[in-house]
């Protein structure tokens, strides 16, 4: 089954950076898309950037363009979050999900429900 393990968050002061892979196993061979999501205390969860394992396309939530960067490593079937010029405003659990449905890293929208699969999070705090 597929599994999603997330790591590296911890804290960080303004203006700093911080990067956090996702390993990924169980995926069957073949194309999928894996995104980053967040969720601070009492706000809903939003969508931070995917990426399409096969054609490499990357979209971006508008709070995070150009701050954020998102990378794959494919030997290691991980999946990085590159984040830099960190606000508090970033503080939040940070997921990582994966879906087979390669069409879902198309949609800007971030759509939480076309992710089956979630790992158990990373917390980031910036103050």
């Known amino acids: 089954h597929v599994q999603l393990v997330e790591s590296g968050g911890g804290s960080v002061q303004t203006g700093g950076s911080l990067r956090v892979p996702c390993a990924a196993s169980g995926h069957p061979d073949g194309t999928y898309c894996v995104g980053w999501f967040r969720q601070a205390p009492g706000k809903a969860r939003e969508g931070v950037a995917v990426?399409?394992?096969?054609?490499?396309?990357?979209i971006y939530a508008e709070s995070v363009k150009g701050r954020f960067a998102i990378s794959q490593d494919s030997a290691r079937n991980t999946v990085h979050l590159q984040m830099s010029s960190l606000h508090p405003e970033d503080t939040a659990m940070y997921y990582c999900a994966s879906t087979r449905a390669a069409v879902v890293c198309y949609n800007p929208h971030f759509v939480t429900e076309k992710f089956p699969f979630w790992g158990q999070g990373t917390q980031v705090t910036v103050s």
């Open positions: 990426i399409s394992t096969a054609s490499g396309k990357k």
